[in-house]
């Protein structure tokens, strides 16, 4: 069968004066519907109707509009190419199935003839037209992208023009279906196609002759709904994309905030602000808050002009049903009217809020991480007219928020990457210190000793009294390298958390004199300041563990005697302070510690002197392992003095046996 050329170029040929205009899809339907509808709405008298869909499935959602078409004439002529079902028929209407690659493919017609009225729409697919649309689309999913395939071509209410449409289309119909010959001549014949009569009849009066005794007016409605429903829906789709635009937007520049920031403060300041703003909000709050915390602060707010504003403020969550519900279901919660909101009525605490800050609609949405409840977004509205939550706001709150929940936990881990990163650097710099020092602390009198003995075995000679020397120098140098390898382990030991406690219940009296008669034994040959000891009556029994507390008190008192001349006295008091907590206090006129050393005298290897100048012996370690015990049991230890030569006192706390009134005693070692 051979295959035609363009309808339209055909029309364009036979009359020249024609101008093509251009038309979008959703225009042809709506004029091809409209002309459907005039046909409908008067009373012709068999008019003759010839359409064009180009393919099967556009036909199809118009079928049954021919079907009632069929009913007013039996000159209804409706061409496809078929795709799945279409196929020449007489059933209803005349059904012409031309081949897929017949121009008529890519034309849409619609003629309408009828004694006293003639109309046609004669229009080409413009080529290309579908592949820009899938460029479109890409751009903008949510427009109806059909809507925006484009046409060129001819409408017209010229009778001349509709006649000689209806000829080239009556001719192609024929080549698909000559059986119809006598009824196509039939209606060519009634109405005047195809003949110089009919074409005499294309100019403007002429043609008004006949439309004059036409009711235009359900064309024109039917158009007027046609454009107004299409412009709606281009209003809907401008309007998501708008609120996908604004979306878009506001996640970029909370991201940006993140991007720009680890500090989570900052990028929670920014997402209250753009948050706020662009959903013009009354108030927007974020504060963080932990499922089970009874009160958060509110850190970042922002607000519309005129408003009470509720940063700093602390805000219920104990008692506020509406968080609850949040922490319950790990959902938000949008509150449209508060009135109507049983949990915001039914709650004094809530109702305060809402009159207080004149509340009237409420969103509150969970920052969570897998999970876990980080914090809270919400948003107030305070006007007269409450607020209708529309899903794409609530589903932008939920996108920042989820946003906001990844970025604390990455602003969360980095602050504690930086935490670890300081103990790191602390840690090693302490190693280096410890390394320098206790290298330091053990050369020097491993010298010594080396010096001693090497004298006395190259000078056989030597005199007894000075071998004496030689021998006691490395002696009680070889005792102190002993104290200090073992207060060095002691403190590592106590420092790494391995040392195991033994809590018991203990007279602290006892633990006072076991000390005091360790460091009698340890100061044999000297002469030292008296000792006195003021432990008030019906002290309680301390809880702790009697090894180290001997250890604390034998160090304190130690020191004590050691920084205070043989005239000077220590007193060793003990009472219950106001924190039902035992305080100890060892006290002497020895030779003082300047104010601004009170602190450091509990760092490790601390000594007033330097390392090198060291006069009373001692390690440096002890405090600092004292330090380490008091904390162990959940005391405290301090120091005083009013400077030098003022003397000093060393205090520290041990918890009270909360048990048996009775004065049990456990055994201490006494080693
Ligand atoms: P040491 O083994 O040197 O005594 P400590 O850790 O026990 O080590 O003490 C650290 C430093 O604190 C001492 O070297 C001394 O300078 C100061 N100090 C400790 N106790 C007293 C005290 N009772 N009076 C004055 N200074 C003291």
Redesign the pocket.
């Known amino acids: 069968m051979s295959i035609s050329t363009s309808v339209l170029s055909d029309l364009l040929q036979a009359l020249p004066h024609l101008r093509p205009q251009l038309y979008f899809k959703a225009s042809l339907t709506a004029l091809s519907h409209a002309m459907e509808d005039q046909v409908l709405a008067a009373t012709l008298e068999q008019p003759l109707v010839i359409a064009n869909f180009q393919r099967e499935r556009f036909y199809r959602q118009e079928a049954h509009r021919y079907q009632r078409l069929a009913q007013i004439s039996n000159q209804i002529y409706v061409l496809s190419a078929p795709e799945t079902d279409f196929a020449n028929s007489s059933e209803y209407y005349e059904k012409i199935a031309f081949e897929p690659d017949d121009p008529l493919s890519q034309e849409w017609h619609l003629v309408v003839i009828a004694q006293n009225y003639a109309t046609c729409l004669v229009c080409r697919e413009s080529v290309g037209s579908l592949a820009k649309h899938k460029q479109i689309r890409e751009v903008a999913s949510s427009l109806d992208m059909d809507a925006a395939r484009r046409f060129e071509g001819i409408w017209t209410a010229e009778r001349g023009v509709s006649l000689k449409a209806a000829e080239f289309l009556l001719q192609r119909i024929l080549t698909y279906r000559p059986e119809l010959t006598d009824k196509v001549e039939q209606a060519k014949q009634r109405l005047g196609i195809g003949t110089t009569e009919g074409q005499e009849l294309s100019t403007p009066e002429q043609n008004n002759e006949y439309a004059c005794d036409i009711d235009t007016n359900p064309f024109v409605q039917r158009l007027v709904t046609y454009l107004q429903a299409s412009q709606y829906k281009l209003h809907k789709a401008y309007r998501s994309i708008s609120a996908q635009a604004r979306k878009e937007r506001l996640v970029n520049s909370i991201s940006t905030a993140i991007r720009r920031s680890l500090d989570p403060q900052e990028v929670l300041k920014v997402a209250a602000q753009e948050l706020g703003q662009n959903m013009a909000a009354s108030r927007c709050l974020i504060y963080r808050a932990q499922a089970t915390d009874s009160k958060a602060t509110i850190e970042h707010e922002f607000l519309n002009n005129g408003l009470v504003s509720v940063l700093g403020k602390k805000w219920p969550l104990a008692n506020n049903p509406l968080f609850q519900s949040v922490v319950q279901d790990g959902e938000g919660i949008c509150v449209t009217d508060v009135i109507h909101e049983p949990r915001v009525t039914g709650s004094r605490e809530l109702w305060r809020l809402v009159e207080k800050f004149a509340i009237r609609s409420w969103l509150i949405e969970p920052v969570l991480f897998q999970g876990r409840l980080l914090g809270i977004v919400e948003l107030h509205y305070c006007t007269e007219v409450p607020h209708e939550w529309q899903t794409g706001e609530v589903d932008m709150v939920k996108a920042i928020a989820t946003h906001l929940g990844s970025a604390l936990i990455q602003a969360e881990a980095y602050a504690n990457l930086e935490d670890l990163n300081q103990q790191l650097e602390a840690l090693d710099r302490t190693r280096s210190n410890l390394i320098a020092i206790t290298g330091h602390e053990l050369r020097t009198p491993l010298s010594t000793i080396q010096v001693c003995l090497e004298s006395l075995s190259t000078e056989p000679d030597m005199p007894p009294e000075l071998r004496q020397v030689m021998l006691n120098t490395a002696l009680s140098d070889s005792e102190r390298m002993r104290k200090l390898v073992q207060d060095f382990l002691t403190l590592s030991n106590l420092e790494s958390g391995r040392v195991e406690w033994h809590p018991e219940s203990l007279t602290l009296k006892e633990c006072i004199d076991l000390s005091l008669s360790r460091v009698n034994t340890r100061v044999v040959q000297e002469q030292l300041p008296e000792i006195t000891t003021d432990v008030a009556k019906k002290l309680p029994l301390v809880k702790a563990d009697g090894d180290w507390l001997v250890e604390v008190l034998a ?1 304190l008192i130690d ?2 005697c ?2 205070t001349p043989s005239g000077g006295q220590i007193k060793i008091s003990a009472h219950l302070n106001k924190q039902h907590m035992v305080e100890v206090t060892v006290a ?1 006129t ?4 300047e104010p601004n050393r009170l602190e450091v ?1 509990f760092d490790r290897f ?3 002197e330097g390392a090198l100048r060291r006069t009373a012996g ?7 392992i004292c330090r380490q015990i008091v904390i162990g049991w959940g005391g405290e230890i301090w120091a005083k003095s009013s400077g030098k030569d003022q003397g ?1 006192e ?1 205090h520290f706390t041990i918890p009270v046996f909360e048990g048996s009134q009775g004065q049990k005693r456990s055994k201490v070692n006494s080693n």
């Open positions: 160090k020191n004590a050691k920084f002497d020895g030779r003082g510690i005298v601390y000594q007033e001692g390690t440096g370690l002890g405090l600092a000093s060393f």
